[in-house]
Structures are given as structure tokens and as C-alpha cells.
């Protein structure tokens, strides 16, 4: 089949790489444009056009698929078939007709379960076990068109949300490759979502990754981890923001108030409303990551002390 593909950031490549090494024809990839980012704000551009210009790919980056020109640039392209893996903008009716076969997404939840922009840091965020990802044709609705795949994958106690959003990324290209290969066969069997099971993943900001010290010991892990790497889990000490790394319950603790501190000689302990947690790594404003204990160490940490 004749395919273009859209994705833009890191997540994306496995997905690009598998279409390269197949028997379809990839056509071109679409990709947000150039934009800011690092720590000195310049501009790069995104990993999945680095990666299809590495691979001797045509690439497309239109401000917003709208654009009149990239829609007839796509027409002139002629698809079969438009495979998607976080591209990251919406795609409007007159751009969803182009390809016969239509926009075929890969979707890192279990669809209905999770839609949206955000669905491995909620799964995470949730207390969820298992999760996996679909591949569903795009239509007018938030990620509701009709499934044409599915895998699954465990959710570890450990898990970040980067570390399983990685690991279903490359899971899920050969989902998504399997799902290209049956619509260029004829044997896909579209399958509408269920109206039962849907919950909704919007983006996690700022305020999302504050960490409430309040909250249980397991809600707090499960924040901090769904916020690692992004957007970073953060709590603020003597009225200064305080980056902070996966944490971990411990159950042997002696009974601290939320957010109080106790550093102890190789680690530091922090308290939430039911037991405490034990800080992994933390980052002061304008400093690099570093382990709990050295920072403890650094601050001299007076008793009493909270973090929040």
C-alpha cells in the first residue's frame, strides 16, 4: 500500500522504522514543525523528522493540517492509507477523506479506556494493572472510531510513566504494522468501541505534578511516577520548588506527618497521610538531579522541617 505516516516525538520512531523495513510504500511523514526546546530553548527539530531524514524520507510540516497547501500536497500524494503514532494535532474532515482507507491510529490504552492525550500517565495515575494499545480508525470524535487491533501489557509496581510508555511503543509497532497488513488484504474487521469502560486521559499539567503530601503513600507514588519524566513531579522546600524522582512506600517508618522529613544517614524519609515514602532522587531549581541523601546532606535538614 501506498502510506503516509505522522508522528512527531520519540515514542513514534519504532512505528516509523517497522513501516520503512515493510513491503508498503511510505510516501512521505508528516511532523509538527521545528519548535523550542531543552534547556537553552533552541530550536530542534522533531525527534520523528530527524529520524525520517535519517532514513531518506520526505517530510511534511505543516503548522496545522489544515493548511490548504499541505492538504493538496497530501492529495497529491495519493494514499491508501495514513498511519498515526502521537502526531500531536487534530485532524480536520477535509484532511480524514483523503486516503481511501482512512487515518489509522495507534493508541497507547486499551480503547474505550483512557482517551486522549494522556493515557499512560492516568493508567498509571489510576492504580491500573493492565493496559496495552489499540489501533482504531480516526473519525470526528475524541479517539471513539472503531478498533482494528489490540495488545496488551502489564503495568509493574515500578513502572514510570516513560518507562512503559517505551516499552508499548515498541509493542505496539507491530500492532500497527499487523493492522496495515490487513487492510491492505482485505481481512480487517473494524469493531465499534463498547459505550461501557470509557474514561478520559487529557494532558497533565504543571499543577497535576505537584505532589500532595496528604494524600496515601501509594497516591503519592502513583503521581510521582506518572509525572516522571514529564511534566516532573515537584514539591517545594524552604518556599523554593523541589523536583522530585520516583518515590517508594516503606512500611517500617515510624509515624511522620504529611511532608515532614526525616534524613536518616542513606535515605530520606518523607510522610503522607498513611505512612511514608522513601525519596529517590530530587532537583533544586537550577541544579542537576541528585540522589536524596546528597541533597539532604547539602541543605542540612533541620527536624521538623516539611517538604510541601
Sequence with gaps: MRVVFAGTPEVAIPSLRVIVGSGHRLLAVVTRPDARAGRGRAVQPSPVRTAASDLGVPVLTPDHPRDTTFQQTLRELRPDVCAVVAYGALLPPAVLEIPALGWINLHFSLLPAWRGAAPVQHAILAGDEL????????????????????????????????????????????????????????????????????????????????????????????????????????????????????????????????????????????????????????????????????????VRIEAGERLG
Aim: with cysteine; hydrophobic share 40%.
Design 131 to 298: 493496559t496495552g494499545a489499540t489501533t482504531f480508525r480516526i473519525e470526528a470524535g475524541l479517539d471513539t472510531g472503531p478498533v482494528l487491533g489490540r495488545m496488551t501489557e502489564r503495568i509493574g509496581p515500578r513502572d514510570t510513566a516513560g518507562e512503559l510508555l517505551d516499552r508499548l511503543a515498541t509493542a505496539g509497532a507491530p500492532l500497527l504494522l499487523a493492522t496495515l497488513d490487513a487492510l491492505a488484504d482485505g481481512s480487517a474487521v473494524p469493531v465499534d468501541q463498547p459505550a461501557e469502560g470509557v474514561s478520559h486521559a487529557p494532558k497533565l499539567g504543571t499543577e497535576d505534578a505537584m505532589v500532595r503530601w496528604g494524600d496515601p503513600a501509594f497516591a503519592v507514588d502513583r503521581r510521582v511516577r506518572a509525572c516522571t519524566p514529564a511534566p516532573g513531579a515537584w514539591t517545594t522546600f524552604r518556599e523554593s520548588r523541589l523536583g522530585v524522582g520516583p518515590v517508594e512506600p516503606v512500611t517500617d517508618a515510624d509515624s511522620l506527618g504529611p511532608g515532614e522529613i526525616r534524613a536518616q544517614k542513606r535515605e530520606i524519609l518523607v510522610g503522607t497521610a498513611s505512612g511514608a515514602v522513601r525519596l529517590g532522587t530530587v532537583r533544586p531549581v537550577g541544579r542537576r538531579e541528585m540522589p536524596a541523601a546528597d541533597w539532604a546532606r547539602g
